[in-house]
Structures are given as structure tokens and as C-alpha cells.
């Protein structure tokens, strides 16, 4: 019974944070829509760097922290057993905290790049890629990857909770956050070239952004996903090689 109840408040706390998140990213499309219709595209001022950076960051909880609940119900499971052996271990949401702080990291870095990506006239004001050209290379390039022996290593680590934990088990707050930092780490490592893509459905396109989000979820979690996600870089490398043609 306690166990059910500890993964329930797991779940739910994971839960939340995503809901959270995704409020956050419908409010700021919304906000972005709206001030490109009356002023335009803005400079970029500090203020503008950061808030870009603050929605990245935000998008990506709302899309990867869903993707981490087989790994963190697991920390928690082996937590709880500690806990009841008189031996606890750091608290799930230190794990987690490492997981996010990996993602920020990545955010800073996808920051960059849409800033880079703006200075050379590639994005529209609603960060859709402006170039058929560009659309089609970030679609070929990340079916490329999907089929990439890097890609495979880091989905191994992502798709294995109890390998993972096993091979990494660190004691104590900073060894915890290190396992978080870690899973994250092998999870851009699985995930980065796809989140490219956001560039050409649009980065505040909701719609796209979550089918991104699913396609991420199913290839970590369901059976065989990691054989769907080749096919879907065969099928990413076709579109890409068609919009070429056209």
C-alpha cells in the first residue's frame, strides 16, 4: 500500500511540474503572438535573452520530465527500501533537480543558437524556419542521427532504469543530483538533433512541440521504441530528401 501511495505522490509531483510547464508555454505563445502583431520583432537586449532562455528552459521540462518517470520511480523505489533499512539516500526530488539542471544547461545552448539562427534572417517572428533549404537539412540530419550508434548508446542508457541506476548509484545530495545530471546528459545526448526540428514546425507551435514531446515518450518507454525511432529517421531523411527535390 505504501508503495502505491509513494508513486502516486511520485507521479503526481511530476505530473504537476509538467502541467505547470505547459500552462506556462500556451501563456507565452499566446504573449508572443500577440506582441509581434503590435511591435514586431524585438531586439536582442539582455531581457530578451533571458526570457528566451527562461521559455526554453520551460519547454523542455515540459517535454522531457515526462520521459524521466520510469527512472525516477525507480530512484524512488530504491529510496524508500533505504529509507526502511535504517540507510536513506537523497530525495527523488534531488535526482530530478539534477535531470532539469542538464536541460537548462541545453537550454542556454539552444538560446545561442536561435539567437545565431535570427542574426543570419533564418527565423520568422514566430521562430519558424525561413529556408526550405534549412527545414529539409534539420530534417536529414536528424533522421541521420536516429540511426547513429551515439544515439543508440545514449537510448540504451535512457530505456534501462535499473541498468542505469546500478552502474551509476552515487551516495549522498551531490551524488544524487550527479545520477540526475548524468541521466540528463545521456538524454540530450538521445534527444538534441531532435529538438532541431522545433525550428521547423516552429518553436511556439504547441501542436508540434507535442508531438515532438510524444515521439520522445514512446521511443524511451514503449517495446521495440527503439526500433520505431530508426524507422523514423529513415522517414525524417525521406521527407527531408523529398522538400530537397521539390
Not at 13 to 23: D, E, K
Not at 30 to 36: E, H, Q
Not at 188 to 203: A, E, Q
Request: charged share 10%; aromatic share 10%; with cysteine.
Amino acid at each position: 500500500m505504501r508503495r502505491h501511495r509513494d508513486d502516486l505522490a511520485v507521479l503526481a509531483g511530476l505530473g504537476g511540474i509538467t502541467v505547470a510547464a505547459w500552462v506556462y508555454m500556451v501563456v507565452a505563445a499566446r504573449r508572443m503572438s500577440m506582441r509581434d502583431a503590435m511591435f514586431g520583432v524585438r531586439p536582442w537586449t539582455a531581457t530578451e535573452f533571458g526570457l528566451t532562455l527562461a521559455t526554453w528552459a520551460v519547454m523542455m521540462v515540459a517535454m522531457m520530465v515526462p520521459t524521466a518517470a520510469p527512472m525516477t520511480l525507480l530512484y524512488a523505489a530504491v529510496a524508500r527500501k533505504a529509507a526502511a533499512e535504517r540507510n536513506p539516500v537523497a530525495r527523488t526530488f534531488v535526482f530530478v533537480t539534477g535531470y532539469i539542471a542538464m536541460w537548462t544547461i541545453f537550454s542556454l545552448v539552444a538560446t545561442i543558437a536561435q539567437h545565431a539562427l535570427d542574426q543570419a534572417a533564418l527565423l520568422s517572428p514566430m521562430l519558424v524556419s525561413r529556408s526550405a533549404l534549412f527545414g529539409a537539412a534539420l530534417l536529414i540530419a536528424a533522421g541521420l542521427y536516429q540511426l547513429t550508434p551515439l544515439k543508440n548508446a545514449c537510448l540504451r542508457n535512457c530505456r534501462a532504469p535499473a541498468h542505469f541506476l546500478s552502474r551509476y548509484w552515487r551516495t549522498g545530495n551531490f551524488g544524487a543530483f550527479r545520477m540526475g545530471l548524468r541521466l540528463g546528459a545521456y538524454c540530450v545526448g538521445c534527444c538534441w538533433i531532435l529538438m532541431g526540428l522545433l525550428f521547423v514546425g516552429g518553436v511556439m507551435n504547441l501542436l508540434w512541440t507535442a508531438v515532438i514531446a510524444i515521439f520522445v515518450l514512446l521511443e524511451k518507454t514503449i517495446p521495440f521504441g527503439d526500433v520505431s525511432g530508426r524507422f523514423a529517421g529513415a522517414a525524417m531523411i525521406l521527407v527531408g530528401a523529398l522538400s530537397l527535390a521539390l
